[in-house]
């Protein structure tokens, strides 16, 4: 913090180079402490998507809790790879749609239930957010948004 503050002020220009790599290390978390805090992030994501379950006849909690829920389960991997990889990798040529996607259906889910408060609208921006959690999700896997788009294809004459 000290040096924080000579940084800001203009104390010391010498060390302004060194600072953010110095903050950078006193913000790293043992490989031990990664686990935990991703151990931790997930269970609570799960609990708050298994709570939505519960009170999946109202949908405007139903979409707060599941929402909510997955934000955790999917930042709950930035403690494994760090929050720069995490955003990095998300930003991917590959996954920038489904990121971009998935992301305006979050957004879009919290809008209909606290703006809105409409059920039916709520309801299909969960539905969006559930179809775009499922497209983002297979683009981790080699081939899966191919093979899904195939099936699709074949089942019903159509490509995703």
Same mark, same amino acid.
């Given at each position: 913090m000290w040096k924080l503050s000579e940084s800001i002020l203009g104390d010391n220009e010498d060390q +302004?180079?060194?600072l953010f790599g110095e903050q950078e290390a006193l913000c790293s978390l043992s490989p031990l402490q990664r686990v935990y805090g991703f151990a931790a992030c997930l269970f609570a994501g799960l609990i708050c998507i298994f709570l939505s379950m519960i @009170?999946? @006849?109202?949908p405007i909690k139903f979409s707060l809790l599941f929402t909510f829920g997955n $934000?955790?389960?999917i930042g709950s991997t930035a403690f494994l790879i760090g929050p720069v990889? +995490?955003?990095? $990798?998300m930003m991917d040529p590959v996954r920038v749609y489904a990121t971009s996607i998935y992301a305006g259906c979050v957004v879009l889910a919290l809008i209909c239930a606290l703006l809105i408060h409409s059920k039916i609208l709520t309801l299909l921006a969960i539905i969006c957010e559930i179809c775009a959690l499922i497209w983002y999700s297979l683009s981790y896997i080699p081939f899966a948004r191919r093979m899904v788009s195939n099936v699709t294809i074949r089942l019903f004459d159509t490509e995703i």
């Open positions: +302004q180079d060194n @009170v999946f @006849v109202k $934000m955790l389960a990889q +995490q955003i990095s $990798m």
